[in-house]
């Protein structure tokens, strides 16, 4: 085999991932500055309403919450993941106070956890989820929400309770 053409491929293929990377970079969420743009859904509990944004991929469900300083009481983010897994989360560089709720197809919550700004301990879903939404901390206990209690709107077909 040709060397020359061995270290031509190898150099086509060191570009194409360089480019691979380049782009996944562009289109990260920055250091240090919020997803305020993401799309968004309105969910309803029961009669609360709730406005969230959609953290879909990869890069903006790596990203979440991280660096917001504030959000309205009736806002959150649904995280979507592709198939159902233990979902884990924590709190790294995310300065709220935040409740996720661990969510079935059907909107039922799995599992809620209380989670504290900047603590990087893991707090998971009992079951496999696909859907997880974080709230302001003590949202879903002030309009006594806890497991098995049945989000609607957005992907969900069922009706709250």
């Known amino acids: 085999m040709d060397m020359r053409r061995v270290a031509a491929a190898a150099m086509g293929a060191c570009a194409l991932l360089a480019g691979a990377v380049a782009a996944l970079r562009a289109n990260a969420q920055p250091a240090g500055i919020p997803q305020l743009d993401l799309p968004r859904v309105e ?55 935040l409740t996720a709720a661990f969510l079935a197809d059907d909107g039922r919550i799995v599992n809620l956890a209380d989670m504290q700004p900047l603590d990087e301990t893991s707090h998971c879903s009992r079951e496999p989820v696909r859907y997880v939404l974080e709230m302001h901390q003590g949202w879903f206990a002030q309009r006594g929400i806890g497991a098995g209690f049945r989000l609607a709107g957005g992907p969900f077909a069922a009706s709250g309770r």
């Open 43 to 97: 969910l309803r509990a029961g009669m609360h309403r709730i406005e969230a944004q959609v953290a879909r991929t990869h890069e903006q469900r790596m990203t979440g919450l991280m660096w917001r300083r504030e959000m309205p009481p009736h806002e959150g983010m649904l995280f979507i993941f592709e198939r159902p897994a233990v979902q884990c989360f924590w709190m790294h560089n995310t300065f709220l106070p």
